[in-house]
């Protein structure tokens, strides 16, 4: 989900897409969300460790 979002920035930068600069930041933020309550052992979605 991280590596989508960053390449939705980059596309929406280099395209001047505003939503899709939009849609990659938020895809990036809930991606680092996920991402660290995986990693202190929250389950997330039914799952121990979400990568």
């Given at each position: 989900?991280?590596v ?48």
């Amino acid at each position: 989900m991280i590596v989508l979002g960053v390449i939705l920035l980059i596309v929406g930068w280099v395209a001047s897409i505003s939503i899709l600069w939009t849609i990659g930041i938020i895809l990036v933020v809930i991606g680092a969300v996920l991402w660290i309550a995986g990693s202190l052992g929250h389950a997330v979605g039914g799952r121990r460790h979400y990568w």
